[in-house]
């Protein structure tokens, strides 16, 4: 029988590695729910609506709009108009004038109608009055100003120089892909579709797709013959009229030939 401990002859005795890296695994587990959790309730408490506007006075936030948390630079609140519904996800910087405590005068300087969806990092800087009409969605990271830097002076820096200021108009039902830069003096039409990317200044007409940069027209619409060129891919199926949340959850993930009427998904 040996009766000295192994350890005195300078035997190690192996840990059983699976125990404590389940108990590793098990309280990272615990660790990564708690702040995830209270990231969340973070995230809901520092949300701003027209119920919890917090230190932010807008002129107007619509019923139904939120400014998800953390806000990106938000100052001359008093100038700014938001519809009902609007989407203003996280990082997204909103200012009327290029610094804050200015006064403005009267007017509104920054308006977004209803169903707005700016998507998370994007810019809207309006010194000039900025117009963005219902129902107009920008991917993330857009860039909206009304403002821009001038560089008359060959031997000032243009930093220093006085910026040329003009109105931004951006009609209902667009759609900013993501990176786009919307130019002081921009006047977009309805339903236009801005490609990732673009930087966008002068007239677009309505129903027009544009892509570069400079952007141009490179698809629009004509009433007889439809889009030109014409679209490479076909129309999407239309939803049926009367589907519910739950039947659209429930058709999640299958192809346009499993779409089928409430009637027919009730039988």
Known sequence: MIS?????????????????????AWRRRVVARALQGG???????????????????????GEGTRLAFPQGTVF?????????????????????????DLDLGTDTVL???DGVVLGRGSHVIAEAPISIGSDTYCGPYVYITSTN?????????????????????IGPGCWLGTGAVILPGARIGRNVVVAAGAVVR??????????????????????EKGWQPP?????????????????????????????????????
Not at 41 to 60: D, K
Request: net charge neutral.
């Open 4 to 24: 000295a401990d192994a350890a005195d002859y300078g035997v190690r005795v192996p840990r059983n590695r699976n125990t404590f890296s389940s108990l590793t």
């Open 39 to 61: 990231w969340r309730r973070i995230q809901q408490a520092g949300a701003v609506t027209a119920e919890h506007p917090g230190r932010l006075r807008f002129r107007r936030i």
């Open 76 to 100: 001359g609140e008093r100038w700014i108009e938001m519809g009902a519904c609007c989407i203003i996800a996280e990082q997204v910087t909103l200012t009327a004038g290029m610094l804050p």
């Open 111 to 113: 308006t977004l109608g």
């Open 149 to 169: 830097h001038s560089y008359d002076d060959p031997d000032v820096p243009v930093g220093r120089q006085w910026p040329r200021s003009e109105p931004v108009v």
């Open 202 to 223: 002068g007239e677009v007409p309505d129903h027009a797709v544009v892509a570069g940069a400079p952007a141009k027209v490179v698809r629009s619409y004509d009433p």
């Open 231 to 267: 679209l490479r891919t076909p129309a999407p199926r239309p939803i049926p009229a009367g589907m519910t949340a739950e039947q659209l959850a429930a058709l999640a993930g299958l192809g346009a030939e499993d779409l089928k009427t409430p009637a027919e998904l009730e039988s």
